[in-house]
């Protein structure tokens, strides 16, 4: 018996052991390694685990319960000399089933693809997708989805493929279930994604992880696609690799010659809208055989103090493309291929409306080649300098950050050296300006502007560098005031005139005898500007426009002594602090005595209204009883709120105003004024007003809608100029002002700003300040006359403009002056203001005494 026992547990052990070796087996297997292109070209690839589809079995997934969608993808493989033309076709079968395996929907799907474009690195091309294990070619990903809404007893889903035909060797097969999170679950699932988890996750977006706002992080976490294997024993898989961060072959001499302007996941498209409507914008794929859909990341700029909108969207139809609202703005678009932008209005489909194509010309500066510039000398006036610099990858992906260095000469009449130095920074590559000739290589970085202050002297710059550099060269006069037209030339998406430029291009002195044979348009190297950050809507400063670029008048070919780059418009960048609202703002007061009133202008719906503003916020009330929430700026408890009335007629009349019983009675006279109310606390108060006339009345410490107005205190600018002491500092100071203009529309008002530091440095400095500088503020019709001023009777005046003022790391810090007078036409009011970015704690101090 004791034998026999044994021989029925050694039976048993056999049976377990029979079972289970094949799922045992298949997690002690080691996976296999990359295949070895992989570490020889130092690439990057994402491993997946595939399975294989058997032309006869089924292959059977199970389905999440919760599940509202299955993704199928599926990637077919050919014999390694397979044609990249060749259409590879194959169809799969599948059944949707129940709990108790009934099938509940049954249907094929047959795909047809092509093998990809190569990708190429170091010379070397390699597949985009490929095994280590298996010497095939890898065709571009297909795939389906299946909506299981109509069907959701749903609890299996089984593949298998249809007999293949030459070339085809096999079919591998990943199944994917859509994931919704919880707004709570995703905020933790965020923080426990590693940096390069949300780098991949955010690929999409325009900015990078770290500032995603959570609104953002919770969309790109609220549906994802999560994999699932399939049932038995051990099914036949495989381990695909896909190579990352290598840019596709595309040679430039056969890229297609499409109408529109290149776009790609390394370089934006960046579209002008100067009037709001509907548009369509096209999208014609460069690489069409890859199998990708496309799709654009939108992220639309406009002149609001606001997170710009984002969107994405996928094209349809033949071309593809999509139908878009749009107000006026920067249409910033990202597209997942490479490949040609266009748009136009709905109403206007043979109208393009692509921003007129401008093109700058730099010369290459490298260890066997100077380049050298004539300047001319300054004598009575001083001239500066501006220096760009640019790393250049001569065909070649620059890396995500790169080192760059040059040297320059300044040289007088005689060839002695005035003045010379080092030139070093730290560069990225462009997503925004490319090489004409190559635009689908990231060879291009952005630029390094150097700002120097030339000796008398000096007439000619020289520029060397031991590495291979592209570099332009500006001057201008230092007695010439910087122009703006406000607000025309603050907004890139404006189709006026081309504003003065800030500085003028150079060219070396035998650019004339190499440069091409001129074509149509002169290229323009003047840069739209990118405004910078105001806690107004329209308080984006003005930046530095670029230089024109002169002619190019015919000759010979030019020599491979310069390029010519395609330069586009730069988004402006914009502080997350002020877009929050966290920010502290505080109105400037002239030094000398100035002729002060306080001012009261409607708002147009693009301020952002902060509790800290409500004491200036204004709300009409209507005559009669009324129910009105009064809010309070921190954590006043009481408030002392004022009523402002406007009438047209100046004679006497008589107010009455009472809050929750307590009733102010008031005989008054003129077209405006102001009385005090009853103290509140913050909440809901019944007020009822009664007067003998007709009039707009308006009550503080509630926050506005269309129909609300601001009250500021303003200081009059007319023959006496307006002088502000400011005290620099380097923690992301904003300074500048509003003009109120007592003008009619159409009237211009010319105000002139003078900045007075302690010092100036000669240079180099990486950032220029116009110490000079004339705005140019024009109210329209509808600006015109729309504001009052509280302590005159009969004056009116027009919504304010923005005056931009950008002090630079070239000033020193510490006290200096800003100085404002005008230079002609209509006079007006002046709100001088300083904006600190970030928290700012207020502190308000009391004495506790006893009754």
Do not use: C
């Amino acid at each position: 018996m004791r034998i026999l026992g044994r021989l029925l547990l050694l039976l048993l052990f056999a049976i377990v052991a029979a079972f289970l070796y094949q799922p045992l087996r298949s997690l002690f297997q080691v996976p296999p390694p990359a295949p070895a292109v992989v570490e020889q070209l130092d690439l990057t690839a994402r491993s997946s685990t595939v399975y294989f589809l058997p032309e006869s079995d089924w292959l059977t997934f199970p389905v999440i319960s919760q599940a509202e969608r299955l993704r199928v993808l599926t990637h077919t493989s050919a014999a390694p000399d397979t044609e990249r033309e060749v259409p590879l076709r194959y169809t799969l079968e599948f059944e949707l089933l129940d709990g108790n395996r009934t099938p509940l929907y049954a249907g094929d799907y047959t795909h047809e693809t092509h093998l990809p474009r190569q990708l190429i690195k170091d010379g070397v091309a390699v597949s985009r997708n490929l095994y280590s294990d298996r010497d095939l070619a890898v065709a571009a990903g297909q795939s389906f989805n299946v909506q299981l809404d109509a069907l959701p007893g749903t609890a299996y889903v089984r593949l298998r493929l249809k007999p293949l035909t030459s070339p085809l060797e096999n079919v591998a097969v990943r199944v994917y279930y859509e994931e919704r999170m919880s707004e709570r679950r995703a905020n933790v699932a965020w923080e426990r994604l590693s940096q390069d988890q949300k780098v991949r996750l955010a690929q999409g977006a325009i900015y990078p992880p770290e500032l995603l706002t959570r609104q953002v992080q919770l969309n790109l976490l609220e549906r994802q696609w999560q994999p699932v294997g399939p049932l038995g024993t051990n099914p036949a898989q495989g381990i695909l690799f896909s190579i990352l961060g290598v840019e596709p072959f595309m040679d430039p001499e056969l890229m297609p010659r499409a109408p529109g302007l290149y776009a790609g996941p390394q370089r934006l498209g960046v579209l002008p809208i100067e009037t709001a409507g509907s548009f369509r914008i096209q999208f014609t794929p460069l690489l069409a055989d890859d199998g990708l859909k496309p799709e654009l990341a939108l992220r639309h700029v406009t002149a609001q103090l606001e997170e710009p909108r984002e969107e994405r969207r996928t094209l349809t139809g033949e071309p593809p493309s999509s139908e878009l609202s749009l107000s006026p703005g920067l249409l910033v678009v990202t597209p997942n291929q490479p490949g040609m932008l266009d748009i136009w209005p709905v109403e206007q489909p043979e109208q393009s409306v692509l921003p007129e194509t401008r093109y700058l010309r730099a010369w290459r500066v490298s260890p066997d080649l100077p380049v050298r510039f004539q300047v001319l000398p300054g004598k009575d006036v001083r001239t500066s300098l501006r220096l760009d610099l640019r790393a250049y990858g001569e065909g070649e992906p620059l890396p995500e950050a790169k080192g760059i260095q040059a040297e320059y000469r300044l040289l007088d009449a005689q060839g002695r050296a005035v003045g010379q130095g080092t030139l070093e920074a730290s560069v990225v590559p462009s997503m925004i300006d490319r090489v004409a000739e190559t635009q689908p290589v990231a060879d291009l970085s952005e630029p390094a502007s150097f700002f120097l202050r030339l000796p008398p002297e000096a007439t000619r710059l020289e520029v060397t560098s031991r590495q291979t550099l592209l570099t332009n060269a500006y001057t201008r006069p230092d007695d010439l005031p910087h122009r703006t037209r406000v607000p025309v030339d603050y907004y890139a998406w404006r189709g006026d005139d081309p504003a003065q430029p800030s500085w003028f291009i150079l060219q070396p002195p035998d650019a004339r005898a190499q440069a091409a044979p001129s074509t149509g348009k002169v290229p323009s190297a003047q840069e739209e500007p990118s405004a910078q950050e105001e806690p107004s809507a329209q308080e984006e400063p003005s930046a530095e426009k670029e230089p024109l670029a002169k002619n190019e008048p015919s000759g010979e070919p030019v020599p491979e002594t310069s390029l010519v780059l395609h330069i586009q418009s730069r988004p402006p960048e914009r502080d997350p602090e002020l877009l929050a609202g966290r920010y502290q703002w505080e109105a400037l007061e002239p030094q000398l005595a100035a002729r002060g009133a306080r001012i009261l202008v409607p708002l147009r719906g693009e301020e952002r209204l902060r509790p800290s503003g409500l004491p200036a916020y204004f709300q009409p009330l209507e005559p009669g009883t009324q129910t009105v929430d009064v809010a309070a700026p921190g954590v006043s408890r009481r408030l002392e709120p004022q009523l402002i009335y406007l009438r047209d007629d100046p004679s006497p009349f008589t107010l009455r105003v009472g809050i929750d019983g307590r009733t102010v009675r008031q005989e008054l006279i003129g077209r405006r004024g102001d009385i005090s109310l009853p103290p509140v606390s913050p909440g809901s108060h019944e007020v009822v007003l009664d007067a003998s006339t007709s009039g707009t009345w308006l009550m503080n410490y509630r926050y506005p809608d269309d129909a609300g107005y601001l009250r500021r205190m303003a200081f009059r600018l007319e023959e006496e100029p307006l002088r502000y002491p400011v005290d620099k500092r380097e923690d992301g100071q904003l300074v500048g002002a509003r003009f109120y203009s007592l003008g009619e529309a159409g009237v211009a008002s010319t105000v002139r700003v003078h900045i007075t530091p302690d010092a100036l440095p000669s240079g180099p400095t990486q950032e220029w300040t116009h110490l000079e500088r004339l705005y140019q503020v024009t109210p329209t019709d509808e600006e015109a006359g729309v504001g009052y001023v509280l302590d005159q009777q009969r004056e009116r005046l027009a919504h304010g403009q923005p005056i931009l003022i950008d002090l630079g790391t070239d000033l020193p810090d510490g006290p200096m002056a800003v100085e404002f007078s005008l230079e002609s036409g209509a006079p007006g009011y002046l709100v001088f203001h300083e904006v600190l970015p970030g928290e700012y704690e207020r502190t308000r101090s009391f004495r506790e005494g006893e009754e």
